[in-house]
């Protein structure tokens, strides 16, 4: 997951002479690019560390209404919130 983007968005381009000589859109997508797969890891720890907790049973928080079980206490990081929401000030902290 991170060998082949990588290759293309590799993060030591960004400090080579030819980036310089780069139009600026193409050095806005590049570290866009760049951003993105380094974010990657991040999640990838946050959600490993999710799963010890769930394999545990730290995240047991209880059923819902249809009798599923719930394993959502221990939630380090919703990927999906953080990627689209527009502003900070918007995510909202489960208590």
């Known amino acids: 997951m991170m ?3 990588g290759l293309f968005f590799n993060p030591e381009k960004l400090n080579s ?3 310089y000589s780069w ?10 690019g760049a951003m993105t797969i380094a974010k990657q890891k991040y999640y990838f720890a946050w959600k490993l560390a999710d799963a010890v907790n769930n394999a545990a049973g730290f995240g047991f928080s209880g059923y819902d209404q249809h009798g599923s079980p719930q394993w ?3 939630d380090n990081v919703d990927i999906w919130g953080v990627e689209v929401k ?6 909202e902290f489960r208590q």
């Open 3 to 5: 060998l082949l983007p």
């Open 86 to 91: 527009q502003a900070c000030r918007s995510i």
């Open 72 to 74: 959502d206490l221990t």
């Open 17 to 19: 002479p030819d980036f």
């Open 23 to 32: 139009s600026f859109a193409y050095k806005v997508l590049f570290i866009l």
